[in-house]
């Protein structure tokens, strides 16, 4: 089996690795939101548990735990390396010019195109303290987990072997397919 999986090419071994990590970093949190809106909703206890498995997740992919035959190359694909305070302020610039940008590109695409109307959950019959909890751990796991799956084990592979260019263009084209279940997501949206 593993010389099976050394013959594939990097760039499908990359992708189906990627996926694997992003399915198991927000399944959990998937499930336990949808059950914690249904019972017992006053009280937001789907968050301590996917704060722990989150906390476990990140260590894991960046190397620890078992097997630790494989614990340098879960370190490497993760590619969660510290910055300098330079590189922090240059990021957080370039995201939020990236944030206007986005911000902007969506005005002009809601008056070219008309979306679907999108079934979003009624906000108003839970408790506010819930609904902040539930949307700041949604925003945690999406960005701990999409950053690892997508940038990391997904990217870093392909980038090492075939470039930045190609490595940028596959991941992208995938990252944003991945996000056509939400019903708002078309082709026209994709740039």
């Known amino acids: ?67 630790r035959s494989t614990a340098e190359a879960r370190r ?39 979306l679907p109307q999108q079934q979003n959950l009624d906000v108003s019959q839970y408790p506010l303290v819930t609904v902040v909890l539930w949307v700041l751990m949604s925003f945690v796991v999406a960005g701990v987990v999409e950053e690892a799956s997508f940038r990391g084990y997904m990217q870093g592979p392909i980038e090492r072997q075939h470039g930045p260019v190609i490595a940028i263009l596959v991941t992208g084209s995938l990252f944003g397919s991945a996000h056509f279940t939400h019903p708002e997501v078309t082709l026209i949206l994709m740039p």
């Open 1 to 67: 089996m593993f010389s099976f999986w050394q013959r594939l090419p990097v760039i499908v071994r990359a992708i189906l690795t990627g996926s694997v990590v992003a399915t198991a970093g927000t399944t959990p949190w998937a499930i336990l939101v949808s059950a914690n809106s249904k019972h017992w909703s006053a009280v937001p206890w789907a968050v301590p548990p996917t704060a722990l498995y989150l906390w476990l997740f990140w260590r894991y992919v960046r190397g620890a735990g078992w097997p």
């Open 76 to 114: 490497t694909n993760c590619r969660a390396n510290r910055l300098s305070e330079d590189v922090w302020g240059m990021a957080l610039f370039a995201g939020a010019l990236g944030l206007v940008a986005v911000v902007l590109f969506q005005g002009v695409m809601n008056r070219l195109v008309t």
